[in-house]
């Protein structure tokens, strides 16, 4: 059974950063990724990794977000820079035992475990 356990979020001021924490115990290898969703909108891939360490990014946040893991550690983290208030949103990790397709890394329904979620305000 896998559970992850996101940490960092909180209020950034538009322009800055903020660096997200995602830790999965129980966890060996496939998939990982961060989603986030906004109030009253659907929830949204923002970024991918492999165990291999491929990754994966959502046009919205190319260039700004950078996602890792650590893999010794089963740490995955989403870096965000130039942050923007459409950034605001919950911000979930999620992972999969298994190496998805690259069309659906970015799928909410490709994820079979989740965290309960980081809130990220940007003013």
């Known amino acids: 059974h896998v559970q992850l356990v996101e940490s960092g979020g909180g209020s950034v001021q538009a322009g800055g950063s903020q660096r997200l924490t995602c830790v999965a115990s129980?966890?060996?290898?496939?998939?990982m990724g961060w989603f986030r969703q906004a109030p009253g909108k659907e929830r949204e891939g923002v970024a991918a990794?492999?165990?291999?360490?491929?990754?994966y990014y959502a046009d919205s946040v190319k260039e700004r977000f950078t996602i890792s893991r650590d893999s010794s550690t089963d740490t995955v983290y989403l870096q965000m820079n130039s942050l923007k208030p459409e950034d605001t949103a919950m911000y979930y990790c999620?992972?999969?035992?298994?190496?998805?397709?690259?069309?659906?890394?970015?799928?909410?329904?490709?994820?079979?475990?989740w965290g309960p979620g980081t809130q990220v305000t940007v003013s």
């Open positions: 999620a992972a999969r035992r298994q190496v998805l397709q690259s069309t659906w890394l970015l799928h909410p329904s490709a994820y079979s475990e």
């Open positions: 129980g966890y060996t290898s496939g998939t």
């Open positions: 990794v492999y165990t291999s360490g491929g990754t």
